[in-house]
């Protein structure tokens, strides 16, 4: 009976040491994506799949509007924050500086705009090589205030 014992404790403790290291810290952005439409959460998934890809070294976080956002080590301008990404009937919406919105407007023009947000509309694919040069040009002004303020 001890032996029988033995074996279940270990196993269990095995079942455990494999559960922490297969598990995963959760940055919000899994959830945020499951509470959207269904129809959208693909488009979602490959507008966050194309930052990931353009910017490796970003970390994923929803601590900021609470939306999906992504932050840069070293970046000391707003937290570090580059882009976001955010559903909003009928639109998915990339939110980047407003001086990237303004340098890209000729290339934008098709696509609704604010002050700092480019919207997609739903449905229609997301026009991922233009999302990932919007996300590089954001790291780039990002960078560059980063740099202003630091010599400031």
């Not at 040491?17 to 899994?30: E, M």
């Not at 301008?77 to 882009?83: K, L, P």
């Not at 303004?102 to 509309?121: C, D, M, N, W």
Request: proline share 7%; hydrophobic share 35%.
């Amino acid at each position: 009976m001890k032996s029988q014992q033995l074996i279940t404790m270990k196993k269990t403790q095995l079942q455990g040491k494999n559960a922490t290291v297969a598990k995963r810290k959760s940055s919000g952005v899994d959830e945020y994506i499951a509470r959207c439409p269904k129809e959208v959460q693909g488009d979602l998934a490959k507008l966050r799949a194309g930052i990931l890809a353009e910017v490796p070294g970003a970390t994923e976080r929803t601590d900021y509007f609470q939306w999906p956002g992504y932050s840069y080590p070293g970046l000391e301008y707003y937290d570090g924050m580059f882009a976001w990404f955010s559903f909003k009937k009928p639109n998915i919406r990339l939110h980047v500086p407003p001086s990237v919105i303004q340098e890209h407007r000729k290339e934008l023009a098709g696509y609704a705009t604010t002050k700092a947000i480019v919207s997609f509309p739903e449905g229609k694919p997301i026009p991922t090589t233009l999302a990932k040069k919007l996300v590089r040009a954001s790291l780039k002004a990002m960078k560059h205030k980063s740099i202003n303020r630091i010599q400031s």
